[in-house]
Each structure stands twice: as structure tokens, then as C-alpha cells.
């Protein structure tokens, strides 16, 4: 089964999570975006075998300490879509405009298409492309655990920006309804910042997508 912990880092308390399959102890961190020491010092405490880097986009605060992590273990780099590749070339200029430490850009391993997979030890995960906050923006689903994480096109009581560089609110709206709900009411999400929450609770009570 599925086993995930979350570590909020940077200034931005964003939500990076460790995942890993239990029976293997396997793991991929999802959205590294810095504070790389605190991560390794998680994934060390619980004995994880770290095998891969999972994007859901290519913002600063989720992907700011990607290069150097995949550099320092030599890790593949998995997504996100290439719809963020400007986002990635970018990352020296982010880091500089939000204060962040300096990011290298880099090249996914592996680009990520809606309706592909990825694995960790014996736990599949499912990846829809959710562009709206970004063009390249993905989530990854685990139907076994009932977990989804979606950085940031969803959270609880919110949806992700669109005032971005190529972001589109409806294109937002529509990955939410089409790509989401469809994951069922009592799917856990994890978002990029804030809170978890359930795609029901969601579908009901959030002012942005909800629909009572």
C-alpha cells in the first residue's frame, strides 16, 4: 500500500511529499522544492529507499531544489508535462524575482501525458494533466489509497492562480470537473499548499467549483 508524509519547505510552505510503497520501502519525492537536508533527514528516519523525483509542475516552490537532488543521488527526474518546459528554463529567473536560493534548470528523464503511470516498489499511481495553473501541470492518483496529489490546481477552499505566465482560469475549472471529480467524493487530496481535504467536501462547499 501507498504510505506518504508531507513536509511543507520553503518560504512558501509548500507541501513536498515523500510517497512510498510499504512493502518495498521504495519511495519518490514529490515537488522537491528546497530545504533538500530536511527532506533526506525524513526519508533516512524512516529507512526509504529514494528512487525518483516526481514533478507536478515547474513553479520555484515546487521545483527549485530538483536539480541538485537529482544531481546529488542520481536520481531520474520524472514530469511534468512538457507544457512547463519555459517554467523549468526559467528557474534561475524565478528564484531570483521570489527570493528563493539559486535553481538550476534541467531535463526531465521523463516527460509525464495524461493517462500515464508511475510506479514505486509495488504501488502504481495514475497521472492526469491538469493545465490551468500551469500548462504542464499534473496530478498523480493512487486509486488503492485513495490519495491524489495535485499541487496546485486544487485546494481546500481554493483553486490554484491563473495570473501566470500562461495560466488559463477556465482551462483550470475544466481539469478540476473533468479530471478530478471523476477520482470519487471520498478520494484524500493533497494540495501544493494548506490543508487536505476530499473531493467530495470539495465538489459541495468550495465557492470557486463547488456545486451543492
Known amino acids: ?20 510503497c510499504d512493502q518495498t520501502m521504495d519511495a519518490a519525492i514529490i515537488d522537491p522544492g528546497g530545504d533538500l537536508d530536511r527532506l ?24 527549485g531544489g530538483t536539480a541538485e ?38 531535463t526531465p528523464t521523463r516527460w509525464l501525458q495524461d493517462g500515464d503511470s508511475v510506479q514505486i516498489g509495488q504501488s ?17 492518483h493512487s486509486a488503492e489509497a485513495q490519495r491524489a496529489f495535485v499541487g496546485d490546481v486544487l485546494f481546500a477552499g481554493g483553486i490554484g492562480r491563473t ?5 488559463n482560469h477556465q482551462q483550470l475549472l475544466d481539469s478540476i470537473k473533468e479530471r478530478l471529480w471523476p477520482m470519487g467524493d471520498a478520494t484524500v487530496f493533497i494540495p501544493g499548499h494548506g490543508p487536505e481535504s476530499t473531493f467530495g467536501h470539495e465538489r459541495r ?4 467549483v463547488g456545486t451543492p
Not at 508531507?6 to 515523500?18: E, K, Y
Not at 492526469?128 to 498523480?140: D, E, I, S, Y
Request: with cysteine.
Open 1 to 20: 500500500m501507498l504510505q506518504y508524509l508531507t513536509v511543507p519547505v520553503t518560504a512558501f510552505a509548500q507541501n513536498c511529499s515523500i510517497v512510498w
Open 40 to 63: 533526506l533527514v525524513e526519508v533516512k528516519r524512516l529507512h526509504l529507499n529514494l528512487q525518483a523525483i516526481w514533478l507536478t509542475h515547474a513553479h520555484i516552490d515546487h521545483a
Open 69 to 106: 537532488l537529482a544531481e546529488r543521488l542520481q536520481l531520474p527526474i520524472i514530469g511534468p508535462h512538457p507544457g512547463d518546459q519555459f517554467w523549468i528554463d526559467g528557474l534561475a529567473q524565478q528564484s531570483q524575482m521570489f527570493g528563493f536560493p539559486h535553481a538550476d534548470p534541467f
Open 124 to 140: 502504481t499511481l495514475a497521472v492526469r494533466h491538469c493545465p490551468g495553473h500551469t500548462p504542464g501541470h499534473v496530478v498523480f
Open 163 to 167: 495570473d501566470f505566465p500562461q495560466g
Open 205 to 208: 462547499f468550495n465557492p470557486y
